[in-house]
């Protein structure tokens, strides 16, 4: 149980983390996508963390269950996102994750 909320709040934190800076500094907005993998990954593997060991599952290489770990950290932003846009009904400026999102336009 409490392996799944680091993993849940390391990605709120990535969420936030990436929408700061994508504010903050307007040439990184066109790799938002990119910069979260970077930061997912860059603090699972920073923390030397593995979700794997939370839950006792025996996995070969534990470099690669840091890894994994990461990844699954970057991929569970997209729940994050989908999350607060429910909340607010504002998505995100240019939400690769869950893709562009225009009114109807009328017709007639």
């Known amino acids: 149980m409490?392996?799944?909320?680091?993993?849940a709040?390391?990605?709120v934190g990535t969420v936030k983390l990436v929408d700061f800076l994508s504010d903050t500094?307007?040439?990184?907005?066109?790799?938002?996508?990119?910069?979260?993998?970077?930061v997912g990954i860059g603090a699972v593997?920073?923390?030397d963390y593995s979700m794997?060991?939370?839950w006792g599952v025996a996995v070969r290489d534990r470099a690669t269950g840091v890894w994994i770990t990461g990844f699954v950290v970057a991929g569970m932003t997209v729940?994050?996102?989908a999350v607060f846009a429910y909340l607010t009904h504002d998505r995100a400026?240019?939400?690769?994750s869950l893709g562009e999102h225009r009114?109807?336009?009328k017709a007639a």
């Open 52 to 54: 794997f060991e939370g």
């Open 79 to 81: 729940a994050w996102r």
């Open 25 to 38: 500094l307007p040439m990184v907005k066109p790799f938002r996508s990119l910069l979260t993998f970077v």
């Open 45 to 47: 593997v920073a923390l």
């Open 93 to 96: 400026e240019r939400d690769e």
């Open 2 to 7: 409490y392996t799944f909320a680091i993993v």
């Open 103 to 105: 009114t109807l336009r």
């Open 9 to 11: 709040l390391l990605a």
